[in-house]
């Protein structure tokens, strides 16, 4: 059994910054994608960011230059630092991850999602 448990969520007044980590823990073999959702009141879950086992990164428009994906291999951890947050980040942040598990099944496994909130 795989599962992934997200910290770092909070409130923070805008221009501030928030660092949010999510944790793989299970049966493991190997991780492929990890990426960061989020999902504001009234609408549809959106992908925030993207980061590959080897690196490569791709975000959304809306936060590139302010977002930084990475990861840890060896702590099976995905990091997401955002700076210069504004109040339409607001949202709650679900962590993903493609997980090989040692019975080599692939799963896309989700977080329980950790609250961000920016005020104005």
């Known amino acids: 059994q795989v599962q992934l448990v997200e910290s770092g969520g909070g409130s923070v007044q805008a221009g501030g910054s928030l660092r949010l980590s999510c944790a793989a823990s299970g049966t493991i073999f190997s991780i492929k994608n990890m990426a960061w959702y989020r999902q504001a009141p009234g609408k549809q879950r959106e992908l925030v960011a993207v980061?590959?086992?080897?690196?490569?990164?791709n975000y959304a428009d809306s936060v590139r230059g302010r977002f930084t994906i990475s990861r840890d291999n060896a702590k099976n951890t995905v990091y997401l630092q955002m700076n210069s947050l504004k109040p339409e980040d607001t949202a709650i942040y679900f962590c993903?991850?493609?997980?090989?598990?040692?019975?080599?099944?692939?799963?896309?496994?989700w977080g329980q999602g950790t609250q961000v909130t920016v005020s104005s």
């Open positions: 993903n991850a493609d997980i090989t598990d040692t019975t080599w099944r692939l799963k896309s496994c």
């Open positions: 980061i590959d086992s080897v690196g490569n990164t």
